[in-house]
């Protein structure tokens, strides 16, 4: 008898922690704190795009691409702002200038390391 009440609580305790569970991350777009950071996300991808535009050609492009992309009218609906390292072109080339430079000193290391092993 003591063995089945035991089971039922256990099983009761579970499936309620699954429900809670559930309604945490029922709306995983919105603002709680457990939410998706999908701005942050999006700020990632965006960064990577224009170093790979601007390793294949070169910082004027890049710098049009962050110019364009800048000179756009923030949506009021989704309540996005222009604000941080990347709302000034003079900024955002000295990043990607300074992103350009770590990489070619990691390609740099791992060249000299592939060299001598041989």
């Known amino acids: 008898?003591?063995?089945?009440?035991?089971?039922i609580f256990i099983t009761t305790y579970g499936f309620?922690?699954?429900?809670y569970i559930a309604m945490e991350l029922d709306d995983p777009f919105g603002d709680d704190r457990n939410d998706f950071d999908d701005?942050?996300?999006?700020?990632?991808?965006y960064e990577d795009?224009?170093?790979?535009i601007y390793k294949l050609d070169g910082s004027e492009w890049a710098t049009r691409l962050r110019n364009?992309?800048?000179s756009r009218p923030m949506s009021p609906s989704?309540?996005?702002?222009?604000t941080g390292a990347n709302s000034s072109p003079t900024k955002a080339k000295a990043?990607?200038?300074r992103k350009a430079s770590r990489y070619s000193d990691k390609s740099k290391q791992s060249l000299k390391s592939a060299?001598?092993?041989q």
């Open 1 to 7: 008898m003591g063995t089945k009440i035991v089971s």
């Open 115 to 117: 060299k001598s092993k």
């Open 95 to 97: 990043g990607l200038d």
């Open 68 to 70: 364009k992309v800048l």
């Open 78 to 82: 989704n309540g996005a702002k222009k």
């Open 49 to 52: 795009i224009c170093y790979a």
């Open 16 to 19: 309620i922690g699954l429900e």
């Open 39 to 45: 701005s942050g996300m999006a700020q990632l991808v």
